[in-house]
Nanobody
């Protein structure tokens, strides 16, 4: 069964850093574009960063120059290095394929809390 397991979240002060990691089953990871998503209470899940199998990356404006997404195609993992964290970065972070038809069931996510 396709699986996604996120880890690495935690509580950090503003200005700090965290590195999130996601292990995906091959059926999801494969050659698909992968993304990190963020959800906060009362809002829809939003795509924070994405990476194609070849390494091309995109970021939402608010995290560009602070977050870095990377992937290891041999290990089926995708990471998100988050620097200079801000309170507005707080949320539950999930990883999944970007293309809806390629996605697996959403994992548990990992909570990121940034205190001011």
């Amino acid at each position: 069964q396709a699986q996604l397991v996120e880890s690495g979240g935690g509580l950090v002060q503003a200005g700090g850093s965290l590195k999130l990691s996601c292990a995906a089953s091959g059926s999801i990871f494969s050659r698909n574009a992968m993304g990190w998503y963020r959800q906060v209470p009362g809002k829809q899940r939003e795509l924070v960063a994405s990476i194609l199998s070849g390494g091309f990356t995109t970021y939402m404006d608010s995290v560009r120059d602070r977050f870095t997404i990377s992937r290891d195609n041999a290990k089926n993992t995708v990471d998100l290095q988050m620097n200079s964290l801000k309170p507005e970065d707080t949320g539950v972070y999930y990883c999944n394929a970007v293309t809806t038809s390629k996605r697996g069931s959403w994992g548990q996510g990992t909570q990121v809390t940034v205190s001011s």
